[in-house]
């Protein structure tokens, strides 16, 4: 059985830094592209970009370029979400989701990250 | 910058159907494949069409998409609306620089 799961809920400060990961099974890790998303609270879905696990090629949408950093260890199958400096406009839910040629097919659960002072 | 337009709600009686537009900011929809997510409350979303109009395995043949070049949009319609249906619809799709983008999303109301 394919699964993505996804680490959980994390509660920061502002300025802190935070990694969320994306652990998948039940596939071949590499064979697959990983997108992650972003929803804030009470919007729709952004598409933040995605990772080629087989030699850690990145695509970033421009609205999170130089924002975030996405990053994968094909050793363990676990793909990461990571930011150096959280603002309070970072809280929202993150999705993993293992990417297909057109669109996705498996999603993990989604983590919360909370930014507050 | 490409975006994808839908509307914000939408609602119908069980057993009706309805349809979900997702108009194209520029260039022709037709250029790159459409997809729909469901998002019922609380949960992540799921795939219910890839490809403008292929539905994935254990999705109702009540789901259904469309593309129509005259007016750049693409069509989600649900048939023999159940109340399960209810949930908010995405569409998506690629820009010219292949970067993914989603529509506003389309709450759907089952009354």
């Known amino acids: 059985e394919v699964q993505l799961v996804q680490s959980g809920a994390e509660v920061k400060k502002p300025g802190e830094s935070l990694r969320i990961s994306c652990k998948g099974s039940g596939y071949s890790f590499t064979n697959y592209w990983i997108t992650w998303v972003r929803q804030m609270p009470g919007k729709g879905l952004e598409w933040m970009g995605r990772i080629d696990p087989s030699d850690s090629y990145t695509d970033y949408s421009p609205s999170f370029q130089g924002h975030v950093t996405i990053s994968a260890d094909k050793s363990t199958s676990t793909a990461y979400l990571q930011w150096s400096s959280l603002k309070a406009s970072d809280t929202a839910m993150y999705y993993c989701a293992r990417q297909l040629d057109y669109g996705v097919d498996y999603w993990g659960q989604g983590t919360l990250v909370t930014v507050s002072s | 910058n490409f975006m994808l337009t839908q509307p914000h709600s939408v609602s119908e009686s069980p057993g009706k159907t309805v349809t979900i537009s997702c108009t194209g900011s520029s260039g022709s929809i037709a250029s790159n494949y459409v997809q729909w997510y469901q998002q019922r409350p609380g949960s992540a979303p799921t795939i219910v069409i890839y490809e403008d109009n292929q539905r994935p395995s254990g999705v109702p043949d009540r789901f259904s998409g469309s593309i129509d070049n005259s007016s750049n949009s693409a069509s989600l319609t649900i048939s023999g609306l159940k109340t399960e249906d209810e949930a908010d619809y995405y569409c998506?799709?690629?820009?010219?620089?292949?970067?993914?983008?989603f529509g506003g999303g389309t709450k759907l109301t089952v009354l």
């Open positions: 998506q799709s690629d820009d010219s620089s292949e970067n993914w983008v």
